[in-house]
């Protein structure tokens, strides 16, 4: 019993090993089945953050199984509903849908108490995944009213942060965001367990990614990683990492977020297989824009091997690829598997657009930008509006429409307001597009120009993207943009690589990528060959 206490003080103050390591010492010898019952929760806890989930399904069933001989309905109900989140985690949903019909039947006939509002919750996720609104809100409002009444922390947090969800699809982004705010205060005033405030903080992230909201996205993901550090090993650090990877990438800082990306992915592995996978298709999606295609190929794999299903990032890889066929399928595919969830499907349009128009195919395109426009104005998102813009300048352009280049500017202005320049970049390149169309060459040089720079800032390899995506070729010798010219000439002048940063006011990891760029393209392997390669094409006095 002193081993028990002992562990019982390591959860409290979260040493989870010290408390395996107390509970492993004392063993069974009591022959009390309730105080073994309490040993394997403890057990089971502790695992799930040390990241076994294995021992921690053994210990939770094993608890399940003594608590059920002692009629002890309470806590085998809530065994068997962390049995059925378990079972999520690990993508078994057969499985976890047999423990979520214990709970209910343990549960049942006492409905008065925070185990029957964490049923409750449950279920109304599942409502919630099958489409059927109407049900998980009101399962998710009794969860509030009863945490409310039992004056629970953790049961009413996690409530408004489910019923928050639910409200976010159902079109009421505004109320359904001022839940999850609710919800995060409990966070802030430290009144939530480990689990509680880890399952809000990545709720209110991913409602963010839904909704395009990438400011208040960037606000809370701060807060999420100085949590996650305190408890590295879980899955919810791996989960929040896979959305601040996603929050990291839009913003353009690609090699953080692809850092952040692959912690996940091994925090994740072997124990929940689908975020796993998003972490590389995540990988994936940063390594194509950088124009690394065949990198970008490996990681896909990557996330295809972990839990096959049809991403957007494949699909335009595919197109780059050039098999525009084939990103067609996978795209059709990937919205089929979306069904009713208009924000999931907003996430797919726009590369269902993009695919459709280089293949030729203006009217699914345009199809794909109407059905856009509409989700983007039911909830009122600056995000996807912006992405909207920007699909439908593809298709204007794509139709010879002289509106393409007002819409394209609408949307440079848009992104550049939301501080993602990637996104910057290529309504630029559209825009340059527009502008030739229509006789404006100055126009143009100007959009292209600056397109180049944004592209050269993140690192993007602009040959990959192929000629429609950076304007005009190129008339610098083997493909060399404009920015690596500039460090060409000056590694060529004898500067290194830190001076050559102090100079063009970039990072030193900047510099070295682009002279990684220039070495590959020139066919060098050293700065004394890339600088006889400068002078032999007339460089040094930035000449072409």
């Known amino acids: 019993m002193d081993r028990l206490a002992a562990a019982r003080e390591a959860r409290a103050r979260q040493d989870w090993q010290a408390c395996v ?4 010492v004392a063993g069974t010898q009591t022959g009390d089945p309730a105080a073994e019952a309490e040993r394997l929760e403890l057990l089971a806890d502790a695992a799930w953050w040390l990241g076994r989930l294995d021992d921690c399904v053994d210990a939770r069933e094993r608890a399940y199984l003594l608590y059920d001989e002692l009629r002890d309905d309470r806590r085998a109900g809530q065994c068997a509903v962390w049995l059925y989140e378990h079972h999520c985690f690990r993508a078994n949903p057969a499985i976890a849908g047999v423990w979520l019909r214990r709970a209910r039947r343990a549960l049942d006939a006492d409905e008065d108490c925070a185990e ?5 919750l449950r279920e109304a996720e599942l409502a919630h995944g099958h489409g059927d609104l109407e049900v ?17 922390a953790d049961l009413e947090a996690e409530a ?95 090699a953080e977020a692809e850092a952040e990306a692959t912690r996940a ?50 699909a335009l890889l595919r197109l780059a690829q050039g098999r525009p066929d084939v990103a067609t399928s996978i795209i059709t595919e990937a919205l089929e598997n979306a069904g009713w969830n208009r924000l999931a499907r907003a996430k797919l349009l726009p590369a269902r657009a993009q695919i459709a128009i280089a293949a030729a195919d203006l009217s699914a395109a345009t199809a794909a930008v109407d059905e856009l426009e509409t989700i983007a104005d039911a909830f009122d998102s600056v995000g996807l509006q912006a992405a909207t813009l920007t699909a439908r300048g593809r298709v204007q352009l794509a139709q010879g429409d002289t509106a393409a280049c007002a819409t394209l500017r609408n949307a440079v202005a ?22 030739r169309h229509v006789g404006d ?23 990959a993207r192929g000629p429609a995506a950076s304007g005009n070729p190129s008339p610098l010798p083997a493909g060399l943009t404009a920015r690596e010219a500039e460090v060409l000439r000056l590694v060529a002048a004898g500067q290194t690589n830190k001076e050559v940063a102090a100079a063009l006011f970039l990072s030193d990891k900047t510099i070295a990528r682009h002279l990684s760029n220039i070495f590959t393209k020139a066919g060098v392997s050293t700065r004394a060959a890339a600088t006889a390669f400068a002078f032999e094409n007339d460089m040094i006095h930035g000449g072409a």
Request: with cysteine; glycine share 10%; charged share 20%.
């Open 441 to 463: 060459e100055p126009g143009a040089a100007s959009a292209f120009d600056a397109a180049r720079q944004l592209f050269d800032d993140l690192g993007v390899r602009l040959d």
């Open 265 to 314: 992915c091994n925090e994740l592995a072997g124990v929940n297989l689908p975020n796993a996978a998003t972490g590389w298709a995540e990988i994936g999606d940063i390594r194509r824009r950088l124009g690394d295609l065949e990198a970008a190929e490996a990681a896909f794999i990557q996330a295809d091997r972990l839990c096959g299903q049809p991403r957007s990032g494949l």
């Open 414 to 435: 848009r992104w550049t307001d939301l501080g993602v320049p990637y996104e910057v970049a290529t309504a630029r390149t559209l825009l340059g597009q527009a502008c």
């Open 136 to 152: 998980a809100t009101e399962l998710a409002e009794r969860g509030v009213a009863l945490g409310r009444r039992l004056r629970h």
């Open 21 to 24: 390591d107390a509970l492993a």
């Open 160 to 254: 408004l942060q489910t019923l928050g969800r639910v409200l976010i699809d159902g079109g009421r982004p505004a109320e359904g965001l001022a839940l999850l705010d609710d919800a995060m205060l409990f966070v802030l005033d430290s009144r939530l367990s480990p689990y509680s405030t880890g399952k809000v903080y990545c709720s209110l992230i991913s409602a963010c990614e839904q909704l395009s909201d990438l400011s208040r996205a960037a606000e809370w993901t701060a807060a999420t990683a100085r949590w996650a550090e305190r408890h590295q090993f879980s899955v919810f650090p791996g989960l929040c990492r896979v959305h601040h990877a996603a929050t990291l990438q839009s913003r353009g800082q690609w």
């Open 116 to 120: 029957f509002g964490a049923l409750l």
